[in-house]
C-alpha cells in the first residue's frame, strides 16, 4: 500500500559527501517520523537519524556535526545530507516512514525503502 524508494547512494572517498533521498508514496494519510537507518556487513541494523512531522530530529552521535536529516512534507519525501563521509559510514541505508493510512483507522505502520548502498573509501 505504501513504497519507499530511496535514491542518492554510491561511492565517496573519505571526507566527500552524499544526499540521500527516500520518497513515500501509496495510499497515505500522514506521515508521523521518518527516519535513516544503516547497516554494515557483520552488524545490526542502527539508527542513524530521524524526523518528527513537525521538524524535530535526532542523531546517531557518530554522525552529529556532519549528517543532516531534513524532509518536505508536500512531497513526502526525507533527505539525508551526508557529509565528511569516513569508511566507517560504509552501509546500506535504509529509509523508513510511520504511516497512517489513507484507508481509514489510526494506526500507525512503518515502512522500509529497499536500501542504498554508500561506500567511503580511504
Known amino acids: 500500500q505504501v513504497q519507499l524508494v530511496e535514491s542518492g547512494g554510491g561511492w565517496v572517498q573519505a571526507g566527500g559527501s552524499l544526499r540521500l533521498s527516500c520518497a513515500a508514496s501509496g495510499s497515505i494519510f500522514k506521515i508521523n517520523a521518518m527516519g535513516w537507518h544503516r547497516q554494515a556487513p557483520g552488524k545490526q541494523r542502527e539508527l542513524v537519524a530521524a524526523?518528527?512531522?513537525?521538524?524535530?530530529?535526532n542523531y546517531a552521535d557518530s554522525v552529529k556535526g556532519r549528517f543532516t536529516i531534513s524532509r518536505d512534507n508536500a512531497k513526502n519525501t526525507v533527505y539525508l545530507q551526508m557529509n565528511s563521509l569516513n569508511p566507517e559510514d560504509t552501509a546500506v541505508y535504509y529509509c523508513?516512514?510511520?504511516?497512517?493510512?489513507?484507508?481509514?483507522?489510526?494506526?500507525?505502520?512503518?515502512?522500509w525503502g529497499q536500501g542504498t548502498q554508500v561506500t567511503v573509501s580511504s
Open positions: 523508513n516512514a510511520d504511516v497512517i493510512l489513507g484507508t481509514g483507522g489510526l494506526r500507525v505502520y512503518r515502512y
Open positions: 524526523i518528527t512531522s513537525g521538524g524535530s530530529t
